[in-house]
Nanobody
Framework: VQLQASGGGVVQPGGSLRLSCTASGSTLDAYTIGWFRQAPGKGREGVSTISDSDGSTYYAESVKGRFTISRNRAENTVYLQMNSLRPEDTADYYC????????????????????????WGKGTQVTVSS
């Protein structure tokens, strides 16, 4: 499966953006999809995941209550709605596909599991600045 992340941009603190992760070559239905971010000088961290089966969602503590992940099967796209953005949310954001049986919460909690991703999309840059 090939993934394409889009929707990044420059926004003021408190603003919103919606990122899209669109698949080609395969349906996203069989995968757990995760959003990750990497800020300058920092390691890549898990932000949110959505499972293939029951649609369970998981979030990093830093984005809980502000970000929402969702899946549109008809559009073969996973979205990340980001509200109440903060300067510390500034990063390159990536989406990745994992085998469907992988637990989304574990993917976020254990960075080493990122190596098990089947596919990564190119990043989209998010800058939160006044």
């Amino acid at each position: 499966v090939q993934l394409q992340a889009s929707g990044g941009g420059v926004v003021q603190p408190g603003g919103s953006l919606r990122l899209s992760c669109t698949a080609s070559g395969s349906t996203l239905d069989a995968y757990t999809i995760g959003w990750f971010r990497q800020a300058p000088g920092k390691g890549r961290e898990g932000v949110s995941t959505i499972s293939d089966s029951d649609g369970s969602t998981y979030y990093a503590e830093s984005v809980k209550g502000r970000f929402t992940i969702s899946r549109n099967r008809a559009e073969n796209t996973v979205y990340l709605q980001m509200n109440s953005l903060r300067p510390e949310d500034t990063a390159d954001y990536y989406c990745a596909a994992f085998p469907g049986h992988y637990h989304g919460g574990s993917i976020i909690a254990r960075p080493s599991l990122q190596t098990l991703a089947l596919s990564w999309g190119k990043g989209t840059q998010v800058t939160v600045s006044s």
